[in-house]
């Protein structure tokens, strides 16, 4: 048997062993992190262990000699630095609960690197770690951007933002997630950054539909436009800051799931606007669709922070079936059509948040006696 080549890096573990768990793990493990992936599956453990390969989620890639796998939760888990959770949303609290006997005191990174919300709670990933490990927002990153699994573990070349509160966090993790074809940027932003991988699901599901039904590209293009508008003005309104929407976790993934046939988020789109039912569609996708499971809370986020989403209610109502995929636009048909400033709802260059912190700086400016308060 051959030998583990040693690792430079953090001792790091990876739970889920799907498509996007596994191709980080082969990224963690090409910058020099000692990898140990966790699977659910003892024979998908197996596999990666022994052949180096995870052939369900990643056909024809063959994975670091240096990583290594685990269906033993304890083992994945011993002495590790930082965790990367990588399995569906709606089934992270489970798994999370398996966890915190080994994480809840420790010092231990948790980084998320999904993109859904929590359909019971409208929860972000992030705030479900810190309810569940109760541990400080400091020590959890979440990790995005236009990350398509298949084409990183290609080692095409990619960029993405690790975003945690603390900025030591972030840099932390974005040292262990990096080498040669996987570039990381920080941020501290963690809630446009979030909301940016669960928004432009729900845009990717409205472009398949409109693939699905055989519109052309004004109608992909008004809809990705109008979509990053409809993103930004949740986002914001939900603590955001808008230039987070406009990076690598916002545009950046909107244009890569919009126009990749790897997206499964635009697959499922795709077999709606074909005609299949949402039954029909959950049947058929054999990996994680999470944008079909983030459509109702996300709307409810919506509506309790009085934000108007036609284009992600409407692929609520195709996914009801009380809606005709060929009637998608990028506004609600029965909208009164008084026309509208372009960039936001608000006709405001972000929602009112640029009016906001005017206004804070002029206070804070007040408060220290004319003097600038500093930072931004
Ligand atoms: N695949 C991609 O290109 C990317 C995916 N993501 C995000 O990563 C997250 C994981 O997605 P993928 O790896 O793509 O999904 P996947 O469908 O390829 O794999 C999901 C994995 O989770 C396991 N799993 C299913 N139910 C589970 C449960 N109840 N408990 C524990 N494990 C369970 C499956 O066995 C499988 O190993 C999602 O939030 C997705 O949005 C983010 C960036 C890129
Ligand atoms: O998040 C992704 C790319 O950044 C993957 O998108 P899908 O989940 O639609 O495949």
Redesign the pocket.
Known sequence: MSRKPAASGPRVAVI??????TTFGKILADGGADVTMW???PE?AQEIAEAKRNSQ?LPGINLPRSMTATHHLSMALDGVDQVYL????Q?LR??LKALRPILADSDVRVVS????VERRTGLRMSQVIEQELRCDPERIAVASGP???LEIAREQPTAAVISSVSQDTAEIVARAARNRYFRTFVNTDVIGTEFG?VLK?LIAVAIGIVDGVGYGENTKASIITRGLVEMTDFAVANGAQPETLQGLAGLGDLIATCQSPLSRNNTAGRLLGQGYSYQDVVKQMN??A?GLASVAPVLQLARDAGVDMPIVEQVKRVLDGTMNPRDIAPHLTTDDDTPQGERTQNGQADGGGALRRAFQRAFDQFRNGGRSAGGN
């Open positions: 889920g062993a799907g498509s996007w768990g699977a659910r599956r998908q989620y990588s399995v569906p949303s089934s489970e798994n690197l999904m993109k859904g990350n398509l699994a991988g699901n990996q994680t999470e």
